[in-house]
């Protein structure tokens, strides 16, 4: 099991990129339309401005029960080894044990 203040960290992850998405997605459009790059410049600083834990690359998978960050099916959301506890318990239908 994943430490919770790790698993904590990740949650705030999640809630400033949500956060912030609108407003970091349509000044990436309005780059792209600006012709002039001190007008490009501009609205790259309002980028930087933004909270460096709001980008979308800085969150990673967790498993929703562990929080366990490596092994993720996105599927199911799980981590392998979980996965696979459910699935010898027959709680995830369809699924099939090897």
Not at 86 to 98: D, K, Q
């Amino acid at each position: 099991m994943a430490r919770k203040s790790v698993i904590q960290r990740e949650k705030k992850r999640q809630k400033l990129e949500q956060k912030y998405h609108l407003i970091r997605r349509s000044s990436k459009k309005e780059i792209s339309k600006v012709p002039s790059l001190s007008e490009k410049w501009e609205i790259h600083g309002k980028l930087e401005s933004l909270p460096r834990n709001s980008a979308p690359i800085r969150l990673h998978r967790r498993c929703f029960s562990t929080g366990r960050p490596r092994a993720n099916y996105r599927d199911f959301g799980l981590s392998g080894h979980i996965l696979r506890e459910m699935v010898h318990a027959c709680f995830l239908p369809g699924a099939t044990r090897s």
